[in-house]
């Protein structure tokens, strides 16, 4: 295991200094990630399981450097140990990562993705690993105390989330929605002065708000929310693996284990 471990930060640093040279080609880093874990898959005699997700979402999952971090990170390398398999990560947009399970290039999605009926059509998801909500982020100064405020208002979120999904329905009461790729984009949006509010997922709103001056959360949230594991629609087969796997680490404290070490108590 120690091995794999070493490989898998090896190939992190390799992806590293990769997307240093050119960071604007993340299918290329990929691709050698892809070659590199392949490889090492095969030494080890496993097969590797291949993450998609977004590591634009602290502390679910960011850069740290030249390595991809986070919860899900951790909760998915727990995962691939049990099942005997070797981790790779692709780093994708959002909106790609249903796409990406549909055309079988990723074994499965954690990237603190909400189970939601419409993405239900298109990809089955594991028992929920944790819950979430949709806060709202304004400026410390802002006239909007609550959702019923967000009508009329220019509001903030990233591309294909469920804080798009929600933030529409205030489009019927006049409100604006900028999509943005990254959730920090639309955070530095507000500050700049070019939209009201950023509805976005807690944990990350807490990561944004702790990096900036002068914004806050407001104490009332739009939803609450749980996040799981997706994987192509019918396969029940490796669903069925992740669960077993994710009730282990229920089991055995792990699981609380890693999301105590990224998020504290309050
Ligand atoms: N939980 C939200 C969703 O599933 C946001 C996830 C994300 O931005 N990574 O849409």
Redesign the pocket.
């Known amino acids: 295991m120690k091995k794999q471990f070493f490989a898998l930060f090896m190939s992190a640093v390799l992806m590293g200094s990769l997307t240093a040279c050119n960071s604007s080609t993340p299918e290329a880093t990929t691709a050698a990630a892809t070659e590199a874990e392949t490889k090492e898959g095969a030494e080890a005699g496993g097969k590797v399981l291949v993450m998609a997700t ?1 590591a634009e ?1 602290p502390p679910y999952e960011y850069h740290d450097g030249g390595e991809i971090v986070g919860i899900d990170v951790e909760i998915s390398q727990a995962i691939a140990e049990k099942l005997g398999m070797t981790l790779e990560i692709e780093d994708i947009a ?1 909106d790609s990562i249903i796409p990406e399970l549909q055309s079988g290039k990723a074994d499965m999605g954690a ?4 189970v939601d009926e419409d993405r239900l059509k298109n990809v089955d998801f594991s028992d929920p690993y944790t819950t ?1 909500s949709q806060v709202i982020i304004v400026k410390n100064d802002s006239d909007i105390t609550g959702p019923d405020d967000l009508a009329g208002k220019y509001i903030g979120v ?1 591309l294909g ?3 798009d999904i929600y933030a529409s329905d205030y489009e019927e009461q006049d409100a604006t929605i900028e999509r943005y790729n990254k ?1 920090f984009e639309a955070v530095q949006a507000m500050v700049q002065g070019k939209i009201d509010a950023v509805v976005i ?1 807690v944990e990350p709103a807490k990561v944004f708000v702790s990096q900036t001056e002068g914004i806050k959360i407001l104490d009332e949230a739009l939803t609450v ?1 749980e ?1 799981a594991i997706a994987v192509k629609k019918g396969n029940t087969e490796l669903l069925e693996k992740i669960n077993a796997a994710l009730a282990e680490l229920k089991e055995s404290g792990e699981l609380q284990a890693i999301i105590d070490k990224y998020i504290s108590a309050e």
């Open positions: 977004n979402f959002f990237a603190g993705m909400t979430a990233q989330t469920t804080g959730g997922d929310e996040y």
